[in-house]
């Protein structure tokens, strides 16, 4: 709702510099199209490969390492700052670490991020932005929506075209392994609702030559606890083009009854939850043609447990 007094202000999603891949022309009876496809970074990290092995420098941290292979890949790489800044584990930490000939950056980066809570999203620049999400306040969201809309949420909140939660099988318990020790994280230690399946064990496991005495093995279990815990699919919100909700933005999500004294069930589908993933949606609407554009928005629970 707008009016020429109080004009919505506009937003604009994040402008991405990509390399066009390939070109597509297409002509049938009644239609011509171009199809245009384009690689951004992780796919130009995949074409580097280091041309002969290479061991970090003792003093180098996993951001010192990886600007230095992105910077051999053509890329930038920029951190997040305030509640998004990266953790210690990326700024500080100073791991063993040895690239062997051949390996793509690709790989380099994922295994530099692997015993870190922390992750990555496009940035402006055609490169990565590292984030950090371990230390967020949820309560502090970057958006809110409503499932059903009325007059009485317009102005504070954004309407749902559907929402899904799902509950799942999931690891709930991670060893860090080291050099000569490993650390166990589980997930009935942590401050957690309980799940279905939380007596089934199911265990994830990340190798850390850093982790060589026992603080620093328990550590890594816990981030690498943190790190699955966060970007595990829990929901997916359809909605109206939001633009400026990016990747591990913070949302609210109010599920509410139709009337006001209605017995409602579905109370627990109120949460925060973060973004893990984004999409659009375009089509054509049925009687119009006009186009309609929908964010989807996959999305996990906000609070990472400590």
Known sequence: MSSTDDPPEAEYGTTLLLNISRIVSRVEPGKTTLTVEAD???????????????TAPAAQTRGD??????GRAGLVVTLASGDRA???????????????????????????????????????????????IAATDDAETDG????????AYV???????????FDERRPNWHRAVGPDRYADTFLHDLAVAAEPWTSDPVLAITRDLSADDDSKATAAAERGFHRRFAVQPRAQLVTPLQSAIELYDVIFVAIVPSLPDETYPWDYLSAPYRVIGRGVD????????????NSVLDLGFAAVPD
């Open 282 to 293: 375009f089509r054509r609407g049925p009687a119009t043609g006009a186009p309609v554009y």
């Open 155 to 165: 102005g504070d909140y954004s309407h749902i075209l559907s929402f899904e939660r």
């Open 40 to 54: 951004g970074p992780w796919e130009q990290l995949a074409r580097f490969r280091a041309p002969q092995a290479w």
């Open 144 to 151: 809110a929506f409503v499932f059903p809309m009325s007059d």
């Open 86 to 132: 990266p953790s210690d584990a990326w700024t500080t930490d100073t791991p063993e670490f040895a690239i062997a000939a051949g390996e793509s950056a690709a790989q380099t980066l994922r295994r530099l991020l692997e015993p870190t809570d922390d992750f990555l999203r496009l940035s402006a620049s055609g490169g990565f932005e590292i984030c950090g």
């Open 65 to 70: 390492i990886f600007q230095r292979v992105a």
